[in-house]
């Protein structure tokens, strides 16, 4: 559940209600909306944020870009000579901005400077005053009550409540040896243990490479806050495992899917919490670089049909045959082939792979639900 409050403290920051307009008017430093939990020293996130909202000297509200470059963002750590932050300023071309900084070094206190044309926005600048902890110090909240308050967390999260309802009570000892003889032999499980903030693993199964996303969470979290004493398993495969009809005798197990079939207890994806890591790292495609390339304006955007995949599906072959027939109207190529036969004169040449952000340069996109 700790991992799931870290998550749901990454969505924190509704644009406030105000009247809408867009236009070639003036942008008012006075005015523009600054708002967001990285203006807060105490809310500690692998990559912290904030939004500006810009507003025009009427007091309206931007709804399309006043400029990919209308705002400047400077984070410095006055008590220190040299400042090791990372920042990144995203364009939702929507007349808002997201800010996110990565630090890489703690630090007393830090000062956030928010200027259009050398003027300060809103109430700019932003002192935090520390101690401002980075993602990788190892600095907990001793208290972890205290942690979910200053994190803004929902005190209940209906999906897990529901999921968890199927279990009010556990014992430890006894899923710990019903589990792995249940399941360790054919699936791919990892038995965690929280014991004094530290966490212990064993794992069952042939291919647990997948555990290192759940351990990348649970590290995080124990340098964040004091995890209480706990155990539990996760499953580290693609469906779920707790089956039963019955509601006797169920095994709870955290699982990354599941299904109005099952009884596992979801928890959100690994690319997700990866994702939500590595920001401003390793990773460059999470949920708010999305938001800054959505692609040009709707009347821009390429109206023909678009998909892209492997031949995973003979359906997807006839897709693609119907693309060579109808070009004006879908635009469907395949990647790679790996369970047909390559007929070149049927299905064409095989295609690059696109960026991600390309796929927002089309207004439809194909997708196959098939059952």
């Given at each position: ?28 430093p006075e005015s523009s909306l600054i708002w967001g939990p990285g203006l807060r020293a105490d809310v500690v996130l692998p990559a912290r944020y904030f939004y500006i909202q810009a507003v025009d000297t009427a007091g309206r509200r931007f709804t399309s870009s006043p400029g990919e470059n209308a705002f400047q963002v400077k984070i410095t750590a006055p008590d220190e000579q040299f400042t ?288």
């Amino acid at each position: 559940m700790f991992s799931i409050w870290l998550l749901r403290g990454l969505l924190l920051g509704a644009i406030p209600v105000r009247s809408v307009w867009g236009g070639g008017s003036q942008l008012s430093p006075e005015s523009s909306l600054i708002w967001g939990p990285g203006l807060r020293a105490d809310v500690v996130l692998p990559a912290r944020y904030f939004y500006i909202q810009a507003v025009d000297t009427a007091g309206r509200r931007f709804t399309s870009s006043p400029g990919e470059n209308a705002f400047q963002v400077k984070i410095t750590a006055p008590d220190e000579q040299f400042t090791r932050v990372g920042v990144q300023v995203l364009d939702r071309k929507d007349g808002s901005f997201v800010v996110r900084y990565r630090m890489y070094a703690s630090y007393k206190n830090i000062r956030i400077e928010v200027k259009t044309k050398d003027n300060h926005v809103a109430k700019s600048p932003y002192i935090l005053k520390g101690p401002v902890y980075h993602e990788n110090c190892d600095c907990p909240q001793e208290d972890s009550k205290v942690w979910v308050e200053e994190m803004s967390c929902s005190h209940t999260i209906p999906q897990i409540q529901k999921d968890l309802a199927n279990f009010p009570t556990v014992d430890p000892d006894k899923i710990a040896k019903e589990i792995p003889e249940r399941f360790g032999q054919r699936q791919s499980l990892c038995h965690y243990t929280i014991k004094d903030n530290k966490v212990y693993i064993k794992t069952y199964g042939e291919h647990v490479g997948f555990r290192i996303f759940m351990d990348a969470i649970l590290l995080s979290l124990t340098r964040k806050v004091t995890m209480p004493d706990v155990e539990f398993f996760v499953n580290l495969g693609d469906w779920p495992l707790e089956k039963k009809k019955t509601t006797q005798n169920l095994h709870p197990i955290f699982s990354w899917c599941g299904s109005t079939e099952s009884k596992d207890i979801v928890m959100p994806t690994y690319d997700l919490t990866d994702s939500v890591l590595e920001t401003m790292g390793r990773v460059s495609l999470d949920m708010m670089s999305v938001q800054a390339n959505t692609g040009p304006p709707w009347e821009e955007k390429n109206s023909t049909a678009f998909w892209r995949g492997r031949d995973s599906r003979k359906e997807r072959l006839e897709l693609v045959k119907l693309s060579r027939r109808y070009p004006d109207i879908i635009d469907a190529a395949l990647t790679n082939f790996f369970f047909f036969k390559h007929d070149e004169s049927l299905y064409g040449p095989i295609v690059k792979h696109i960026s991600f952000f390309d796929f927002f340069k089309v207004r439809h996109q194909l997708l196959f639900i098939l059952f």
